[in-house]
């Protein structure tokens, strides 16, 4: 964990964000109270780019995937 001032952080802000991005965690200060904290991005998984494959392991198949969800008799109803 890193403590830096405001006036330093807007001098080198993409130094600081890189910081972040590799992990690091910092705590932005004004006049020696923390105010802020900067951390890199846990963003989703990034999904994949093929369209067969791309919703894997989004879902769970519960039950008899086979078996109709209502009876014969009342697929055609007049």
Excluded: C
Aim: no cysteine; net charge positive.
């Amino acid at each position: 964990m890193v403590k830096v001032g405001i006036g330093r952080l807007r001098d080198r802000v993409s130094q600081y964000v890189r910081r972040a991005e590799r992990g690091e965690t910092i705590v932005i200060v004004n006049r020696h109270r923390e105010v802020a904290v900067l951390q890199g991005w846990r963003g989703r998984r990034p999904r994949s780019q093929r369209l067969l494959g791309a919703m894997k392991g989004s879902a769970r198949i519960r039950g008899d995937i086979v078996k109709p969800v209502i009876p014969e008799r009342e697929w055609f109803r007049s």
